[in-house]
């Protein structure tokens, strides 16, 4: 399992154009993923192999929020990762297939600072990512 700062670091690398969009938006994907094991083996499960709708991303925010009803708070962000990669993938010559990228990389680094907030603080997710609950017991 990598650590979530690898992750991360792996997501602001495919920020900028890319010269492969196609191959961007399936390791934004993949890092993704990488983002949901995480969670899964740091709760001590074993991250599964399955799918939901096509995508291993979404099977695993499904598993990920078994026990933990807060986690369906990244739901949302999971399917927005997998839109932009269909976006992506179904038209890598679109004009806005950059700006498409760099929405993808950033949901997906929303996703792994949500995980590191919620492994940090599993009351993250109970309201919504900014709580003011949250932020006033860090004040």
């Known amino acids: ?21 196609s191959a961007a938006a399936r390791e934004l994907l993949r890092l993704g993923e990488d983002v949901l094991e995480h ?6 499960g074993t991250p599964g192999s399955g799918r939901r709708e096509g995508f291993r991303l979404l099977a695993l925010q499904r598993q990920g929020a078994k026990g933990e009803p807060s986690f369906n708070a990244c739901r949302e962000t ?3 990762l997998v839109y ?5 993938t179904m038209a890598p010559t679109h004009p806005e297939t950059s700006r498409r990228v760099r929405l993808a990389a950033m949901i997906a680094l929303h ?6 907030g919620k492994l940090a ?12 609950p949250l932020r006033a017991g860090a004040e």
């Not at 969670?39 to 001590?44: A, C, K, L, M």
């Not at 996703?111 to 590191?116: I, P, T």
């Not at 603080?121 to 003011?132: A, I, L």
């Open 39 to 44: 969670w899964i083996g740091t709760r001590g």
């Open 121 to 132: 603080d599993m009351r993250v997710g109970e309201f919504c990512c900014s709580s003011r």
């Open 84 to 88: 932009h990669y269909n976006l992506i």
């Open 1 to 21: 399992m990598r650590p979530l700062a690898e992750i991360e670091r792996g997501i602001a690398a495919l920020d900028d154009a890319p010269a492969d969009p």
């Open 78 to 80: 999971c399917r927005e």
């Open 111 to 116: 996703l792994c600072l949500f995980v590191g």
